[in-house]
């Protein structure tokens, strides 16, 4: 699960509320400041009651959504912190790709392991054993 890193956020002594949200959007997004408006948004969302954990998981959400990544007609990303903290509903759309998009990650798993498990020749060692204790 997510770990915030305070010491990937810029300056060192930023120990705002908000910080690690954005840190987390920085490993995306390498560049990114997170302005005065992107701030005031994720404080908005924290006092809806978000946790730091859930806003991390939208941003990861927005991030797996081909749509989102420029997949689109207009082939544009859109992957503001402001698209994704813009209301409630954005950050629950948001975690529920990220959720979903793990659910199909642990699903594509289990066939690659069912399929690995299929291709192995059986053992034949103890039948040739059988065979050769009875003459054959």
């Known amino acids: 699960m997510f770990q915030p890193d305070l010491f990937d956020i810029g300056p060192r002594n930023d120990t705002s509320p908000e910080a690690p949200v954005i840190a987390h959007y920085r490993k995306y997004h390498s560049r990114a400041k ?20 859930d806003m991390c998981l939208a941003i ?22 402001e698209l994704i903290f813009r209301d409630a509903s954005h950050v629950n759309n948001f975690m529920d790709l990220a959720d979903a998009h793990e659910k199909e990650k642990k699903i594509k798993a289990r066939k690659s392991n069912y399929q690995r498990e299929e291709r192995q020749p059986p053992d034949v060692g103890p039948v040739k054993e059988w065979l050769r204790s009875q003459g054959r």
């Not at 997170?34 to 954990?53: A, H, N, P």
Request: aromatic share 10%.
């Open 34 to 53: 997170g302005g005065k408006k992107e701030r005031e948004l994720i404080q908005q969302r924290l006092r809806e009651g978000f946790t730091v954990e």
């Open 60 to 81: 990861d959400g927005c991030h797996v959504s081909d749509f989102h990544k420029g997949k689109n007609d207009r082939y544009t990303k859109y992957q503001s912190l």
